[in-house]
């Protein structure tokens, strides 16, 4: 299996997560040319990451590649036997991806001094805060999201959350996680795929801030 992603990308730490929970063996390859280029639209006709290759067909968007892994890849389980736990947790997948995770994407451009209106920052600060709020009365730490086991649910907000932390603190406008879902983050970030899948990811996210 080839893996497209980079080291930056937060979709692509989601999958990674996945990939690694599960012990897939993938080879990593940064998009040839970069993900806008027309190499990389050859291959991944949408143009985005991640994407995988596998016996030449290619899939791409973040949560189809957790599903078809979790499919392929049975064990460990990452979606629960219950029809009604499994909604769950593809509603907790979901929730991350399209209402949780654009908030804390919007304030990239807003990271560099010159660029940063606060009156935006604030705004967005507040509809995370709302969206936090939210996933922290769904979720049911069992100590994960909802499951005893780590689940696809896990997945996208092992990434968003500490991101927003520091995005937002570097914008000056910081957060703190309510109780319960930072008790979640510290205790899902020691597994030992996701301290694998993450390990690039930190040193990328810090290096960016950074600069």
Known sequence: MIFYATPLSSYSAKVRIALCVKGVDF??????NGYRSVE?????????????????????????????????????AMLPL????????????RFHDL????RVRALF?????????????????GDILSRLQQLDEWAQPQPYLLTTDISLAD??????LP??????????????LPCGLQAWQDNA???????????????????????
């Open 155 to 160: 997945c996208g907000p092992l990434v968003t």
């Open 109 to 125: 451009p807003l990271v560099k001094a010159p660029q940063r209106a606060q009156e935006q920052v604030a705004a967005l600060r």
């Open 27 to 32: 080879e990593e390859r940064l998009p040839p």
């Open 99 to 102: 209402y949780l995770e654009p």
């Open 40 to 76: 990389y639209r050859a291959l991944v006709p949408m143009g985005t990451l991640p994407a995988i290759e596998v016996d030449g067909w290619v899939l791409s968007e973040s949560e189809v590649i957790n599903e078809y892994l979790e499919q392929c890849y049975p064990a460990p």
């Open 189 to 211: 970030s020691r597994h030992p795929g996701v301290q694998r899948a993450l390990s690039g990811w930190r040193t990328a996210t810090q290096a960016w801030l950074q600069t």
């Open 82 to 93: 219950d029809p009604a736990l499994r909604a769950r947790v593809r509603f907790l997948s």
């Open 163 to 176: 991101l927003a932390l520091s995005v937002l603190a570097a914008c000056g406008q910081p957060i703190e």
